[in-house]
């Protein structure tokens, strides 16, 4: 029980000596940061001493945002030609930056979301969504009707602070909607599959009956 006492602290203080990414090694740590503490990140190696701070007012690339998260659900509808149709809601959601690094400047901050389908049998992509929203959004949903066949829909977002630069594009997992469509969607390899199983399956069944006859 001591031993791993022992090995956790060990970790801990380990983990704890280690500098934040982005955080710059000063010899000391800047006067205006006991004045006003809310625009600086410190840290300090707890076995060297060393001593890391980061300006949170310096103006650079925003931090990519995080843990992007693509939802599609399906309900029936009626076309204008009574038709039943398959529709799919969209739910993106996401999670802030860590730093928007621009100087604590909320005017005029936005993200930048890019959705797009590919055919799973072609490879061909096509975008279905550009768009740009404000910080105070962290989600978009929509409605969309999707041909009929295998299809992977994903999605991408970038951070885009009041300075104008923008963080590196994150991208969603993707999404088989084919596997959404009632009844479910075969792909080629399926379809040759059943259709050889039904051709053999008929064959069989004739040549039973042939017999008996």
């Known amino acids: 029980m001591w031993n791993l006492w022992l090995i956790l602290n060990l970790v801990f203080l380990f983990a704890n000596s280690l500098p934040l990414s982005g955080i710059s090694l000063v010899k000391d740590f800047p006067t205006e940061l006991s004045s006003d503490p809310n625009k600086f990140i410190f840290s300090r190696n707890l076995i060297t001493g060393e001593k890391y701070v980061k300006d949170l007012r310096v103006i650079n690339n925003p931090s990519p945002v995080q843990r992007i998260r693509l939802l599609f659900t399906t309900s029936q509808a009626v076309s204008s030609n009574n038709e039943a149709v398959e529709v799919f809601h969209m739910k993106l959601r996401w999670m802030d930056p860590d730093f928007?690094?621009?100087?604590?400047?909320?005017t005029n901050r936005n993200y930048?979301?890019?959705?797009e389908i590919e055919d799973e049998n072609s490879g061909r992509v096509r975008n279905f969504l550009a768009l740009t929203v404000p910080s105070a959004f962290n989600g978009y949903d929509e409605k969309y009707i999707f041909p009929k066949m295998?299809?992977?829909?994903?999605?991408k977002i970038r951070v885009q602070n009041s300075a104008n630069l923008d963080s590196?594009?994150?991208?969603?997992p993707s999404i088989s909607l084919s596997q959404l469509f009632d009844p479910p969607l075969l792909t080629a390899e399926e379809d040759s599959f059943h259709k050889k199983y039904r051709h053999a399956r008929f064959r069989q069944n004739y040549w039973t009956r042939f017999r008996s006859a």
């Open 168 to 172: 590196e594009w994150i991208s969603s």
């Open 150 to 155: 295998p299809l992977i829909a994903r999605c």
């Open 100 to 106: 928007w690094n621009d100087n604590f400047n909320e």
């Open 112 to 115: 930048k979301i890019l959705c």
